[in-house]
């Protein structure tokens, strides 16, 4: 049998394994649990399949903008935000006042400013963000699945601390809709995406002499065909996510979130080997303390994140990139170690990742998602510079 042939069944295997993976898996949570938990995880299905289909992350993004002056990624980023802004807002503001759905909002202060700085460094060290890591884990890649075990550690490790750090100088969890009204904030906030495209535009003409195109890559495969196996348009993600962020906070009451269910498994982990975490703050009452108490499959956030890996996996078949790692050098597996865990206690000071603390704030109209973007984006520079200095990338400006 050629390589060729080889490669299409491992990934004839990885789809099947995959379809019978999400429907068991929605078969159990229907059974057990309800309908709406249900909807949840095909959700995260669907986000899955965008993210790997379109390779659409923060990471990466964030790298090529720095590195090459490329800006389509983070410009789609900042669509992204746009685009999910206008559907948010008016949910969020009462319009329709029988809808009971929340916002993501997070203390504005040190906690956030110092957590995302951690996370910033820390998805540049390891390779991906919060969502990043659950997609190419899905995909197959070994080296990311390190990242995913240290994410989990990380995250687990600071919910022990995490009353400190949130009891740190902030300003309470202030957001432009209580502030001003779900249209003027609205406003605000899209004059704001306005000047950061153009700013993101010019900085990339300057840099390469030209602006590339959302779908840069030309294919001419049938709209359908591309759509089962991939190679989607950056502005193809930028819907399905919005969209898919939208029914998120529909089915949910809140916007799509990651981390959390890092921290979860962690705890259940520790607790399962018989660590006890009664008497820490974070796990003693609320949300925390029942999510504990209870089935992982009772989890939102962890049945997305489920829903995630295996809608990315069977992407990845679809696509006829399943590929594992065969071979981790030293050097990727400590960054990946130091990588995740960085990301995973960061995100817990800062009340999320790039997904629930930065995109989730940002979108819900709280302050504390700007200053995690700030402060996200700033570590992330830290952390190109590290690797530059470790031999991983090329300094800037010597990129092939």
């Excluded at 957590?115 to 963000?129: R, Y």
């Excluded at 009353?163 to 740190?168: E, I, K, R, T, V």
Aim: charged share 10%; proline share 2%; with cysteine.
């Amino acid at each position: 049998m050629t390589t060729a042939s080889l490669k299409r069944s491992a990934d004839s295997h990885a789809a099947l394994i995959a379809v019978l993976l999400v429907m068991a898996l929605s078969l159990l949570v229907q059974h057990d649990v309800d309908t709406r938990r249900t909807l949840l995880f095909l959700t995260g299905v669907g986000l899955g399949v965008t993210l790997l289909h379109a390779a659409f992350g923060f990471t990466g993004g964030w790298r090529r903008l720095y590195l090459t002056g490329e800006g389509r990624v983070v410009r789609a980023q900042i669509l992204l935000l746009a685009l999910t802004s206008l559907l948010f807002f008016p949910l969020l503001g009462d319009v329709f006042p029988g809808l009971s759905v929340n916002g993501a909002t997070g203390i504005f202060g040190v906690a956030v400013l110092v957590g995302a700085f951690m996370f910033g460094i820390g998805m540049q060290l390891a390779g991906g963000c919060g969502s990043g890591t659950l997609f190419t884990v899905g995909g197959g890649n070994v080296g990311m699945l390190i990242v995913l075990i240290f994410f989990i550690l990380g995250s687990f490790v600071a919910t022990a601390h995490v009353g400190w750090w949130w009891a740190l100088p902030n300003i309470g969890k202030p957001t432009l809709i209580a502030k001003l009204g779900w249209l003027p904030a609205l406003l605000l906030q899209m004059v704001v995406f306005a000047l950061l495209y153009a700013i993101v535009r010019h900085y990339e003409r300057k840099r390469r002499g030209r602006v590339a195109t959302l779908q840069e890559k030309e294919d001419n495969r049938p709209v359908l065909d591309r759509l089962i196996f991939g190679n989607w348009p950056l502005w193809w993600a930028v819907v399905g996510i919005a969209v898919l962020n939208l029914v998120t906070l529909l089915l949910s009451g809140h916007p799509w979130t990651i981390t959390f269910a890092f921290g979860l498994w962690g705890a259940k982990i520790f607790t399962a080997l018989g660590g006890d975490v009664s008497n820490w703050d974070y796990w003693s009452g609320g949300y925390a303390a029942r999510a504990l108490a209870s089935s992982v499959l009772a989890d939102e956030t962890s049945l997305m994140d489920f829903g995630i890996i295996l809608g990315a996996m069977l992407a990845a078949a679809l696509a006829g990139k399943y590929a594992p790692d065969r071979h981790i050098d030293r050097k990727r597996i400590m960054l990946a170690i130091t990588g995740g865990f960085l990301m995973g206690y960061g995100a817990r000071l800062a009340f999320g990742c790039n997904i629930g603390g930065m995109m989730a704030g940002i979108v819900s109209g709280s302050l504390h998602g700007w200053l995690w973007l700030l402060a996200g984006f700033t570590g992330s520079l830290f952390g190109l510079r590290m690797r530059a200095w470790l031999g991983v990338d090329r300094p800037r400006g010597k990129q092939a």
